[in-house]
């Protein structure tokens, strides 16, 4: 227990933690090329290591990188784009109320969410797996977390499969965002928190996280990530064909390379865009 309050305490100490640093930090792959005038407001997570993170130097990580790409093939200089810190409950309504062009952020395509808003995609494929406390040895995977208090965040697939699949079994912890799951966990409020294993690595290799939470490493959903665009929105040709340049051109890999290898993810094959 003493551990587990001396982390807390360095947490809340540390409003930088998450923010600031992972085994490597967060990196870009540049500015785009593109020149002129044209904007874009682009709907983003500001928390989440080596994917999407705010530091002092700016937004960085794969999915800012994905983003900037796209938005230079659009014809907007990084320079001209405005990131949106949005919460993950807040990524449909973004779109729909006109708050945000794009949403890049660990996005699902989902038939549900499809009925509101376009994706185009994908460009990742992620899988819902567990992050736990080093030294827990009673999880072991999904189907040994009844009596468990598990972490999701609101509006994401990961709380819906929860609910779905273990309701009445486990109790779920809804907060705005997944970092606010990881410094629970660490503080010993929750005993889990589930969500794609590409996010949950980036917070296990965090300084402050390694060696006190580890990932299961056994995913049990698959999770394709899309750009989140408005209905009707005319630059989804534009969008489709940015993804399958970023992939084809080797930029793609090249931001997982530096911003999520270094967590010790294992590095898929690209998905083909649709």
């Given at each position: 227990m003493r551990r587990l309050a001396l982390v807390a305490a360095a947490l809340a100490a540390g409003t930088v933690?998450?923010?600031?640093?992972?085994?490597?930090?967060?990196s870009s792959t540049g500015d785009n090329t593109a020149t002129g005038s044209a904007t874009l407001t682009i709907g983003i997570a500001d928390d989440l290591p080596g994917v999407s993170l705010k530091t002092e130097a700016g937004?960085?990580?794969?999915?800012?990188?994905?983003?900037?790409?796209?938005?230079g093939k659009l014809g907007v200089p990084?320079?001209?784009?405005?990131?949106?810190?949005?919460?993950?409950d807040e990524r449909v309504s973004s779109l729909t109320s006109g708050k945000v062009d794009l949403v890049v952020s660990t996005f699902s395509i989902t038939a549900e969410r499809e009925k509101e808003i376009a994706f185009v995609g994908p460009y990742f494929e992620a899988?819902?797996?567990?992050?736990?406390?080093?030294?827990?040895?009673?999880?072991?995977?999904?189907?040994?977390l009844d009596g468990k208090k598990v972490c999701a965040a609101a509006g994401t697939t990961s709380i819906d499969y929860l609910t779905s699949h273990y309701e009445g079994k486990i109790t779920v912890v809804k907060v705005p965002s997944w970092s606010e799951c990881v410094r629970d966990?660490?503080?010993g409020t929750v005993d889990a928190v589930s969500t794609d294993d590409l996010i949950l690595a980036g917070f296990a290799a965090v300084p402050e996280y390694k060696g006190v939470l580890r990932v299961i490493g056994k995913g049990f959903t698959d999770e394709m990530y899309g750009i989140g665009l408005k209905k009707g929105d005319n630059r989804a040709d534009q969008v489709r064909a940015a993804l399958k340049?970023?992939?084809s051109s080797g930029a793609w890999k090249k931001s997982l390379d530096a911003n999520i290898a270094p967590s010790g993810y294992a590095i898929p094959a690209p998905p083909t865009v649709k």
């Open positions: 933690l998450v923010a600031g640093c992972s085994a490597t930090p967060p937004y960085a990580g794969f999915d800012v990188d994905t983003a900037n790409y796209v938005a990084t320079k001209n784009i405005t990131w949106q810190r949005i919460d993950q899988h819902q797996d567990l992050l736990i406390r080093r030294n827990d040895d009673t999880i072991t995977g999904p189907e040994t966990l660490a503080a340049e970023y992939i």
